[in-house]
């Protein structure tokens, strides 16, 4: 019998390339997700015999119950959240009942119930500002959230790896994401290599707010190849501990996304304007992940750039300034 994972957002951007990803490895996938943005994203694997999918919403705790007593589960992933400062700051509420509550809830049940594994997906956002605008933080330096978004990611974090009572019988882990852009079967276009792409493939002009602040970048399908990783680790290799996703020669300010943007569009209509501060500004180390779980990524910033492009110049994406690729309310 295949191992039975319960993935928490699996019909979202990250969540649906991770579905896939589990069910050509022959786990069985139980998906819940509350379809906010739609479930097209798993329309070519409804007939899957190994995934089963739970439309419900991870704050309904009796749903919630009712799954971990129907299923005995190897893992849980949990990527379930509203993703991202600007749609957290716009629904504060919402969020703290999701990121928090209803979080809290879930790694109850997955103790109560004796799940060994536990992945959360955080954020590098937790970095904020760095204290040393020359230098690069690592999993070990100093938090320093400024957003919504990130004060809760790191809040759990906390909980999850040095709050609860450790247990030998318990392994969880957390991902700290970089930015994230590519292509998935759930497309975002508010992302900022996506959007700075397609605004530029529909020949629109480009507004840059501060082109010297820092961030790192990994494609949406290397956060998959990094669960897969910690998950194919020894448990000793992973619980309790804390991995950056990303890799270090991917870090950009948004002038050298720009750089590469004009590879691309050589003529493009860029505006630059001038911003002294941002509270988020980071460059990201991610040896650490390479060294113990042997992650690397598969794709880089400039080869985003040109799949983006090409999806939405050849029209494979036809309305790309669509409500539905957006997560927070957007005016094409």
């Known amino acids: 019998m295949s191992e039975t994972i319960l993935v928490t957002g699996g019909a979202g951007y990250v969540g649906s390339i991770l579905v896939r990803r589990l069910l050509e490895r022959d786990i069985r996938v139980v998906c819940i997700d509350n379809l906010m943005f739609g479930g097209e994203a798993l329309l070519d ?10 439309r419900g ?8 119950q009712s799954i971990f007593n129907e299923e005995s589960f190897h893992a849980v992933i949990h990527l379930a959240a509203i993703v991202g400062d600007p749609a957290c700051a716009r629904e504060p509420e919402v969020t703290r009942s999701i990121n ?3 979080s809290v809830n879930l790694l109850n049940l997955t103790r109560a119930h004796k799940v060994r594994r536990f992945i959360f997906a955080s954020t590098c956002s937790n970095y904020g500002k760095m204290a040393d605008p ?8 100093t938090l320093a959230p400024v957003s919504l978004y990130a004060e809760l990611k790191v809040a759990f974090e906390k909980l999850l790896l040095h709050e609860i009572e450790k247990s030998p019988e318990f392994v969880p882990t957390s991902l700290r994401f970089a930015t994230v852009y590519g292509l998935s079967h759930r497309m975002r276009f508010d992302l900022t290599v996506n959007e700075f792409t397609k605004e530029l493939a529909l020949g629109k002009e480009l507004v840059v707010f501060g082109e010297q ?3 790192p970048y990994c494609h949406v399908a290397d956060f998959s190849n990094a669960m897969l990783a910690v998950l194919d680790a020894p448990e000793e290799k992973v619980a309790y501990d804390v991995f950056n996703v990303g890799d270090t020669s991917e870090n950009y300010t948004k002038g050298m996304l720009i750089t ?9 209509n860029i505006k630059r304007v001038e911003k ?6 980071y460059r990201v180390r991610f040896e650490k992940i390479e060294n113990t779980l042997g992650f690397k990524i598969s794709r880089t910033v400039p080869e985003g750039i040109r799949e983006i492009h090409d999806v939405v110049t050849l029209g494979i994406i036809p309305e790309p300034e669509n409500q539905k690729y957006y997560n927070i309310p957007h005016s094409a």
């Not at 694997?45 to 739970?54: A, D, E, T, Y």
């Not at 919403?57 to 919630?64: K, N």
């Not at 690069?136 to 330096?141: A, F």
């Open 213 to 215: 602040f820092w961030r």
């Open 260 to 268: 590469e943007l004009l590879k691309v569009y050589p003529d493009a």
């Open 100 to 102: 928090w509550d209803a």
């Open 134 to 141: 020359d230098g690069y933080v690592v999993e070990d330096s």
């Open 276 to 281: 002294k501060e941002d509270p988020r500004d």
């Open 57 to 64: 919403d991870i704050r309904d705790e009796q749903l919630m």
């Open 45 to 54: 694997v409804w007939g899957h015999p190994n995934l089963r999918f739970v």
